[in-house]
DNA sequence: ACATCAATTAGATGCTTATCGAAATGTCTA
DNA sequence: TAGACATTTCGATAAGCATCTAATTGATGT
């Protein structure tokens, strides 16, 4: 399988992650995340980046009403993984400017 | 000739830029701009779009230190063209996550 | 049930920014 | 030079947001 559609962004989701985007801990979150292809857990990243619970659990909910990040919950742990399709049908956004 | 070199961006540019993106005033003006391959003057942009000239200018010169668009000024006119290769060189990086 | 730990939410604080009207600057023309 | 016009800058206001600590929720293990 893959990416097998295209996605299709509403400005109102454009605006949502050109404003994720915007904020440079957010920025390297998503690059930690896109890293590899497994999910990244919550104290893996806190691992590599300074921040408090709180403020990642802040960062983390605006990467997924952006669409960018999808959430897995196992117990009290969470995970994220980079959503590819999302960013790339951002990408195309910017592209058709 | 073209778009003769690869831009590289810094850490500094990127959040400049992603912030300019940010701003839904901000990405309609640039669309506007790169609509056409002529520079856009500012009574076109406000013929299309209702703003003062205070916010006008305010947003044009976010965009300008962004690097995402030219300015040419003619007498007590100014005009606009986008800077494609640096909204390319932001693709790039967004694609690098 | 209780203690512990992960994550979220609540509440507060300080910084950034979008916006406008008014004033200033700069340019053109009569 | 004086007036008209385009753009910018100033000053103020309001909204948004990043960040933290403290409190809460929810799950796990003893």
Redesign the interface.
Known sequence: MGPAKRIELS?EQ??LI??A??D?RR?EL??QI?RGTDPVGCSSIRDCQQVSAATLSHHMKELEIAGLVKVTREGKFASYT?RRDV?QA??DQ??Q?
Do not use: D, Q, V
Request: charge should be positive; glycine fraction near 6%.
């Open positions: 400005e454009i605006h050109a404003k985007l915007a440079p920025m998503l690059r896109g980079l960013l951002y990408m910017l592209a400017i």
